[in-house]
């Protein structure tokens, strides 16, 4: 069966633009994680969806951080304008019902704003 | 919010060598989850535990879910080079609690 999947796997852009990270939960699962990971503060909940609705987004670090779910198979997660303190692994993950289930990461991607 | 704290953060051991890692929180947690992130990969599911005392191995890993539910350990025997990576621990109290994760156990075997 096919993991999470995560586009892209990494990517440079520079300060001011914008970065469009795309994910694919594992099919089946109704709950949806973006996570952001770095050296300083490990992994962060950024934000999680279930059955298509965001849930709770308290941890999205500010207004230049978007996610959409619009289907149940597809979400991305955009930061607007970028800037390199952005800089990190960003994780999609998703489970089944609730969110203390076990969860199943993606790959990341790797985003290096400069 | 609930707080996590997973120690040690760095392990420098030799190859053949058992393991152990641990984390406790703040408060009683329902779940407890172990995972390992690779260098370049995403964290990947070693053992998950729902139920206090609970104790699961999975070949040379083996975790328990503490009586107290407020801590839970990981050990890891006859350590070999493909363990090397970050550990990290993983609880959550259930109903609308999302996971906490710990900071992460880093493993370095040496030869």
């Known amino acids: 069966d096919a993991g999470v999947i995560q586009s892209p796997r990494h990517e440079v852009t520079e300060m001011g633009q914008e970065v469009t990270l795309r994910c694919k939960p594992i099919?089946?699962?109704?709950?949806l994680f973006w996570y952001r990971q770095t050296m300083m503060r490990g992994l962060e909940l950024l934000i999680y969806?279930?059955?298509?609705?965001?849930?709770?987004d308290s941890g999205m670090p500010e207004d230049r951080f978007s996610a959409k779910m619009p289907n149940a198979s597809f979400s991305t997660l955009k930061i607007q304008p970028s800037e390199p303190r952005d800089s990190a692994v960003y994780f999609c993950?998703?489970?089944?019902?609730?969110?203390?289930?076990?969860?199943?990461f993606g790959e990341g991607s790797w985003l290096t704003v400069v | 919010g609930q707080q996590l704290n997973q120690s040690p953060q760095s392990m420098f051991i030799q190859e053949g060598e058992d393991v152990s890692m641990n984390c406790t929180s703040s408060s009683i947690f329902n779940t407890w989850l172990w995972y390992k992130q690779d260098p370049g990969e995403g964290p990947v599911l070693l053992i998950a535990?729902?139920?206090?005392?609970e104790l699961t191995s999975n070949g040379r890993l083996t975790a328990q879910f503490g009586i107290t539910r407020k801590d839970s350990f990981l050990n890891i025997s006859a350590s070999i080079p493909s363990d090397v990576g970050i550990y990290f621990c993983?609880?959550?109290?259930?109903?609308?609690?999302?996971?906490?994760f710990g900071k992460g156990t880093h493993l370095i075997i040496q030869p």
């Open positions: 993983a609880g959550s109290g259930g109903g609308a609690d999302g996971l906490t």
């Open positions: 535990l729902y139920k206090a005392g």
């Open positions: 969806f279930n059955n298509n609705v965001p849930i709770d």
């Open positions: 099919s089946g699962h109704n709950s």
């Open positions: 993950a998703s489970t089944v019902g609730g969110t203390g289930n076990t969860i199943y």
